[in-house]
């Protein structure tokens, strides 16, 4: 099971830490994604790190501004967003990757997904 939390309300400018942490049973992924899905808008990829805490890619949106990082001992992915924008208001899910494809940015390779924690960005 994956559960994000850290959501919150956070005005422009500011920053927030969301949290992914894996319990339960130990499937076979090899990375953990996070998304994010605005009202109206289809489902983005944001960032994405493998077991070993290698970053794989950031979405444009991250881009300089996010960062996801791993602690494996408390079987925990991060995300720190820094220089929040009211466009980056959505509901951020993390995501578990099984199957193996080009691109880590396809939601295509994950097949588990947390619940979303929601953050609003206000200007």
């Known amino acids: 099971q994956l559960q994000a939390s850290g959501g919150g309300l956070v005005q422009a400018g500011g920053s927030l830490r969301i949290s992914c942490a894996a319990s339960?049973?130990?499937?076979?992924?090899?990375?953990t994604g996070w998304f994010r899905q605005a009202p109206g808008k289809e489902r983005e990829f944001v960032a994405a790190?493998?077991?070993?805490?290698?970053?794989?890619g950031y979405g444009d949106s991250a881009q300089g501004r996010f960062t996801i990082h791993r602690d494996n001992f408390k079987n925990t992915v991060y995300l720190q967003m820094n220089s929040l924008k009211p466009e980056d208001t959505a509901v951020y899910y993390c995501?578990?990757?099984?199957?193996?494809?080009?691109?880590?940015?396809?939601?295509?390779?994950?097949?588990?997904w947390g619940q979303g924690t929601l953050v609003t960005v206000s200007s």
């Open positions: 790190i493998n077991l070993s805490g290698d970053v794989m």
């Open positions: 339960g049973h130990t499937f076979n992924h090899y990375a």
């Open positions: 995501a578990a990757a099984t199957r193996k494809g080009l691109e880590i940015s396809d939601d295509f390779l994950y097949t588990a």
